[in-house]
């Protein structure tokens, strides 16, 4: 009898012998590892056409059987939680779409990474599927600060890639928690850019949002991401793990900014701003251009400002019409004793419907009006540093991203279940194709050094049997669960497994598919062999 190992398994004289190595992430004894069996393909299995001789595992004569290519993974998810996601408004969400998701850590406490790097946000309760996930931070609300498994609120940004559909359209997705060793990858799995000990280390912003600068390094602002310009004397763009933009002193009207252009309606401009100096106007906004000649608001489009002189206003939502300028919404001083910082957000999805919020939320109300001003199909996002006072004056820049704008400005509701044991590795799949039922049985035939495994779990998934749940020592047994697969339909069997040192221990599973006997005629089955292998 041959064998090869990686999973991939051939026809032998004798029996069917399907193998799946299992390499873990570390030799360190006692350490906790874990199993995850993702399918690659698959072949049905035909029903029994012949009849086979009676036999144990390891001895009976194979004509059917099931073909698999196994890919193993250290990283199971160990539980997880439903979230359902309910579009309430008349138009589906785009694709891909950003939500943000706000659990509670202290509910799952246990289950988490000291700075919640294990958790990941899936397709499934299998985790095959991941969708791209930032973490922005933790705290009731933004500007948001560090995490850990004590935080009663996180800001996640989930890149989905269906849309949801409208009138109170549905999609679930699952938070699964891997094990709390486990830490961001970068790639999937990311965090802001100052949650981390070096600055950006998992920042995978690029991956999540439709557009994203963290200006890392020390090289200026990327000149394929920003066109950098000024109005009166020179402005200073430089970058040092954030972006800083010097407005000179000029004796009339001085700008500097940094436009992103090219950008897709409908989006959402957003910049989280860490601080600013001098008595100066600091914008974000969005339109067809930038407009120097009026402190460098959005022409054509609209700018959310703080004021930062001892004036009536603070905070100003403008609107910009072909270098005309309209305050749409104010808060008067005193309301804000020091400057905003965080993220300032600049929303512009319809023509006369438009919303801004400062880094603390306000004016942070809709502002609807019949406005002259339409989106173009392209247009610019704009972040400056701006004065008509003749001072000079600085803004720093933490990161800014383009999102895509929910529906009506309004995201999904967001529903979190409570959390359960994750769903074992799928391991192989087969379809009985023939016109009667089947039996099929699952049971444990041999092992060699099993005292190193926790637990090893073994079930029938659709329909679903009672699990054969096996500790150290591994006990053989002789029958399992059995299922009756009906004609046409299709099952899978799953497992998961848990290791508590280093070493190689073997399990050997009986999977016998039988075609119960018509008036006379025999019973006919097939007997097949996994070996389980984790070393």
């Not at 700018?303 to 305050?327: C, H, K």
């Not at 049971?443 to 029938?460: D, E, G, K, Y």
């Not at 006379?520 to 070996?531: P, R």
């Amino acid at each position: 009898m041959r064998m090869i190992d990686f999973g991939i398994m051939r026809r032998a004289i004798g029996p069917l012998l399907l193998v799946f190595v299992l390499v873990s992430s570390a030799n360190v004894a006692n350490a906790t590892r874990y199993a995850f069996f993702t399918i690659q393909t698959t072949t049905s299995v035909r029903s029994p056409t012949v009849t086979l001789q009676p036999g144990t595992a390891g001895s009976s004569t194979i004509s059917n059987g099931v073909y698999a290519a196994v890919t193993v993974s250290s990283a199971m998810p160990q539980f997880y939680v439903t979230i359902t996601l309910k579009n309430s408004q008349g138009s589906a969400t785009s694709s891909p779409f950003q939500v943000l998701i706000q659990p509670d850590p202290s509910l799952y406490s246990t289950h988490e990474a000291t700075n919640l790097g294990n958790i990941r946000f899936c397709a499934d309760t299998f985790c095959t599927v991941t969708f791209y996930s930032w973490l922005e931070g933790c705290g009731a609300s933004s500007p948001y600060g560090s995490c850990s498994t004590s935080s009663t609120s996180a800001a996640f940004w989930i890149r989905l890639t269906s849309s949801i559909a409208a009138g109170g359209g549905v999609l679930t997705i699952y938070m699964a928690f891997l094990t709390t060793t486990s830490n961001f990858d970068g790639n999937v799995a990311g965090e802001s850019p100052t949650l981390s000990s070096t600055y950006a280390q998992f920042d995978n912003g690029a991956n999540v949002f439709n557009f994203y600068d963290n200006f890392a390094g020390t090289s200026g602002p990327s000149s394929s991401l920003w066109t950098t310009s000024y109005f009166g004397s020179a402005g200073t763009f430089a970058t040092n793990n954030m972006l800083t933009i010097t407005c000179a002193a000029h004796s009339a009207y001085n700008a500097a900014v940094v436009e992103k252009t090219a950008l897709t309606t409908p989006e959402v401009a957003e910049a989280d701003l860490a601080s600013q100096t001098g008595n100066q106007f600091t914008d974000v906004g969005e339109g067809s251009a930038w407009d120097a000649t009026a402190n460098g608001v959005a022409n054509n489009g609209y700018t959310i400002s703080w004021n930062g002189q001892s004036s009536a206003q603070f905070d100003r939502f403008w609107v910009d019409t072909a270098g005309t300028r309209t305050m749409l919404n104010t808060t008067a001083a005193g309301s804000i004793p020091n400057f905003p910082s965080g993220v300032w957000h600049v929303s512009w999805y319809a023509t006369g419907h438009e919303e801004a919020r400062d880094g603390v939320g306000n004016p942070g109300a809709f502002v609807q009006r019949d406005s002259t001003v339409s989106m173009p199909s392209t247009y610019v996002m704009v972040i400056g540093e701006a004065s008509s006072s003749g001072a000079s004056g600085t803004i720093s820049v933490q990161w800014a991203r383009m999102r895509s704008t929910p529906p009506n400005d309004v995201m999904p509701s967001v529903s979190l279940g409570g959390i359960a044991p994750a769903a074992n590795g799928l391991i192989l799949t087969f379809t009985n194709l023939g016109s009667t039922s089947w039996l099929a049985n699952l049971a444990v035939v041999t092992t060699a050094n099993t005292a190193r495994l926790n637990n090893l779990t073994i079930s029938f998934k659709n329909p679903n049997s009672k699990q054969i749940v096996l500790g150290a020592s591994v006990p053989n047994q002789n029958s399992g669960p059995q299922v009756t697969l009906a004609a046409t339909s299709t099952t899978s069997i799953v497992m998961g497994v848990t290791v508590s040192s280093s070493g190689t221990t073997t399990v050997n599973i009986g999977l016998k598919i039988q075609s119960p006997p018509s008036p006379g005629v025999a019973s006919v089955y097939c007997y097949d062999v996994i070996a389980l292998t984790v070393n």
